[in-house]
């Protein structure tokens, strides 16, 4: 056995990503599976009768922990690196990385191992639980050829997944709009986009080109040729390879003799059954449609008052939606994002989260000097405030570039070990406008932001047990709750703290974003009860081929479903790991909205603040979820406030 990770030194201090070339990437992924393996037969080699709990499970822990070296940074890098070759020779090595862990959990050695282990601690008695679950959902115990076809099937479909991604991030299809086009454009916009020779703009698929475009331009025909073109962004093969995808869930749905691939997830889930889910989607559906609708015949109004077309007539298109939402909060509530820009400047913006999360949390957020991937990119150490000590390291990549990951997530690079005396990383990546942000803009910092924290603050034992390694339909639970921090004066008006040239931001400002946010919830979730449907039905028993089935699904909607339109070649989610679980982000945004009233009228309560962190966040998942929740609820999840944001009631 190698030397015990304690001996080392280098951990105790602070711990960075490495920024690989292609040579050095492909060399670590090989280095790290050979060392993993090498770990991996000393545990298989163990002899049954001397299996002990901490023999097997800390040399398990060091499997992972070598595993994460070389496979975070890769991860990460295979999205973010500025180099084309780096990106893609990541995709090799991660498919390799994903058909070692099948292979090792449908190793029987291994597995006889684990089973024998006898828990000494809550921490253990879990890892066990886990580790057993993976080996079973990976077919242990499935007959050889079943088990063959198991890891021909996982390693098809981290293949598909990844060409289904690599066809979004490397788009580079533009469009061209012309000067009257481009008629309702804010200055700051046109003065930054790109132009032909003719003097028409040219704008891609980034947030920042497309976002401002669907919320301004007054051309209902513009906004329309960019919407279709932005859901068929996936391109034609994406609908293949969701097919594809599909039937091979189906597949192992029946290896394992389970009615659906839905069944397959959710038994690892805390809904622990599809019926539950469906059961959830179904009380959400009495509420939304009428909620949508009366949202809609709203907007249908503000769409007549500048039309001049009759109130009865006025239909919103979808490519209406957000240029319209955005009169009537302009109209209503005083509320223009393009103006809020001024506000919140994207660098004291990131300024003033780090404090208001050091003043909730306790913590200390000191930059430093690194290597990076791109000069874009910060560093910063994360330390208690209360001790000094250095928790770990986060780093910030905020703004769009070619061959980048197009939308905004959190990666757990590296996560803890208390154990082996283990540092977490978590990066954050988002493509924000270099200047400002909207107040949505806001919240989706502040939301991945709380998936960074959750990542970089836990302190498990055991690597595998860190951070965001909770149930899917639990981890946007917490980065959901950091939203709110967007939308309340204690937390907003430090803000004047880190740009002292801002307009200031009172109490009836806040007022009226709150209401402008709230505006439109009955849109918002109709669309997600929607996403969460689709993906049920195509992880259900009687699937079809994902296009009919959209076109059916979003056709019974309101608003129904635009010709030429291909928005599942664009659902990232579920072509990867959201399969059969894009409903959590209503099932943890009931969770979310019960956390935030635990905090009381004032959100940043210290206090409360540390009680988070110690209850929820450092314990990852080395408890169930709903244990968890409850014991810092000091009560059961209740989903009134939930239901009372659909209905605005
Ligand atoms: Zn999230």
Not at 529 to 539: G, I, R, T
Request: aromatic share 10%; proline share 5%.
């Amino acid at each position: 056995m190698p030397e015990s990770v304690l001996t080392r030194p280098e951990v105790f201090q602070r711990a960075t990503i490495p920024i690989l070339s292609a040579d050095q990437l492909t060399s670590a992924a090989a280095g790290s599976l050979e060392e993993a393996r090498q770990r991996l037969t000393a545990i298989e080699t163990m002899p049954l009768e001397s299996v002990t709990a901490a023999g097997v499970l800390d040399a398990w822990d060091e499997t992972s922990i070598a595993l994460e070296d070389a496979f975070g940074p890769i991860s990460l890098l295979n999205s973010v690196h500025p180099e084309r070759e780096v990106r893609e020779v990541a995709d090799r090595a991660l498919i390799d990385e994903s058909v070692f862990i099948t292979e090792l959990f449908q190793n029987e050695a291994l597995y006889q191992r684990v089973l024998r282990v006898d828990p000494q601690t809550p921490a253990q008695t879990q890892l066990r639980k886990d580790l057993l679950e993976a080996f079973e959902d990976s077919g242990v115990s499935l007959p050889p050829e079943r088990r063959r076809r198991f890891k021909e099937i996982s390693e098809r479909l981290a293949e598909l997944a990844q060409e289904f991604a690599r066809n979004i991030r490397e788009n580079t299809t533009t469009l061209r709009f012309t000067p009257e086009e481009c008629e309702g454009l804010p200055a700051a916009y046109l003065e930054r986009v790109r132009r032909d020779a003719e003097g028409n703009i040219v704008v891609g698929f980034d947030y920042p080109d497309y976002l401002p475009f669907m919320m301004n331009v007054v051309s209902g025909e513009a906004r329309k040729r960019y919407y279709v073109a932005n859901t068929n962004r996936g391109t034609a093969r994406n609908i293949e390879i969701l097919d594809e995808i599909v039937a091979l869930r189906r597949e192992i749905a029946g290896l394992y003799g389970v009615p659906s691939f839905a069944h397959y997830v959710t038994k690892r889930r805390m809904v622990e059954n599809p019926e539950t889910v469906t059961q959830f989607l179904a009380e959400v559906k009495s509420v939304v449609t009428d909620a949508e609708v009366r949202d809609l015949r709203q907007l249908a109004a503000v769409k007549a008052g500048i039309t001049g077309e009759p109130v009865e007539t006025a239909k919103i298109e979808r490519w209406d939606v957000m240029f319209y939402r955005e009169r009537l909060r302009e109209q209503r509530y005083d509320v223009d994002q393009e103006a809020l820009r001024a506000h919140f400047p994207t660098p004291p913006t990131l300024r003033w989260l780090l404090d208001i999360s050091e003043r909730l949390y306790g913590l200390r957020f000191e930059a430093a000097t690194v290597p990076v991937w791109h000069e874009d990119v910060l560093y910063l150490d994360v330390r208690d405030a209360g001790s000094g000590q250095l928790i770990g390291g986060i780093y910030v990549d905020l703004y769009p570039r070619e061959g980048k990951y197009k939308h905004a997530a959190a990666w757990p690079v590296r996560g803890v070990s208390l154990r082996a005396g283990r540092k977490p990383i978590s990066v954050l990546v988002a493509n924000f406008d270099r200047n400002g942000l909207t107040h949505n803009e806001l919240e989706t910092l502040l939301h991945e932001f709380g998936h960074v924290l959750h990542g970089v603050l836990s302190q498990t034992q055991y690597n595998q047990h860190s951070g965001t390694s909770v149930e899917r339909d639990f981890v946007e639970a917490p980065s959901q709750m950091y939203e709110e921090w967007a939308s309340r004066i204690e937390s907003l008006e430090l803000i004047r703290t880190h740009c002292s040239t801002c307009p200031p931001i009172d109490e009836p400002l806040v007022g009226r974003l709150r209401a402008a946010k709230k505006f439109g919830a009955g849109i918002d979730y109709g669309r997600q009860h929607l996403y969460a449907a689709f993906d049920m039905a195509l992880s259900g028993e009687h699937f079809g081929k994902c296009l009919e089935l959209w076109r059916e699904m979003e056709g019974s909607t309101p608003m129904g479903h635009v010709e030429g339109t291909a928005f599942p070649g664009t659902f990232e989610h579920i072509a990867s790991g959201y399969a059969a679980g894009y409903y959590g982000y209503m099932w943890a945004k009931v969770i979310a909205l019960d956390l935030i009233s635990a905090f009381g009228p004032d959100i940043m309560n210290s206090n409360i603040g540390r009680r988070f962190r110690e209850m929820i966040l450092s314990r990852g998942s080395e408890e169930p979820a709903r244990d968890l929740v409850e014991r810092f609820l000091e009560r059961p999840v209740s989903s009134e406030a939930f239901f009372r944001e659909i209905t605005g009631g």
